[in-house]
Nanobody, 120 residues
Framework: QVQLVESGGGLVQPGGSLRLSCAAS???????????MGWYRQAPGKQRELVAG???????TYADSVKGRFTISRDNAKKMVYLEMRTLKPEDTAVYYC???????????WGQGTPVTVSS
């Protein structure tokens, strides 16, 4: 059983920054580094969407809406995935989750997520 725990969200003013963290634990040990991982978000009344991905080879991809503002990274030794968010906008308000990004059939159980609210 693999658990994902997200943290680092909060209330921030437009233009501000936040750094989200995702800790993976459980029976993953040496295979975490083989997973492609991603950060997803779900805004009120909307479907969950992928905003950033990072492959096992550290190649990163971003949704157009966050490109140039968000940076995803990973630390395999610590089994952590991070999302650095800058120049935040009100439309970035959502609950943010991390999970695998190897395809829908390989998703792990979703964690609780961490809420991000961008408001003045």
């Amino acid at each position: 059983q693999v658990q994902l725990v997200e943290s680092g969200g909060g209330l921030v003013q437009p233009g501000g920054s936040l750094r989200l963290s995702c800790a993976a634990s459980g029976n993953i040990f040496s295979i975490f580094n083989l997973y492609a991982m991603g950060w997803y978000r779900q805004a009120p009344g909307k479907q969950r969407e992928l905003v950033a991905g990072i492959t096992a080879g550290f190649t990163t991809t971003y949704a157009d809406s966050v490109k140039g503002r968000f940076t995803i990274s990973r630390d395999n030794a610590k089994k952590m995935v991070y999302l650095e968010m800058r120049t935040l906008k009100p439309e970035d308000t959502a609950v943010y989750y991390c999970n695998r990004n190897d395809g829908p059939t390989l998703l792990l159980s979703w964690g609780q997520g961490t809420p991000v609210t961008v408001s003045s």
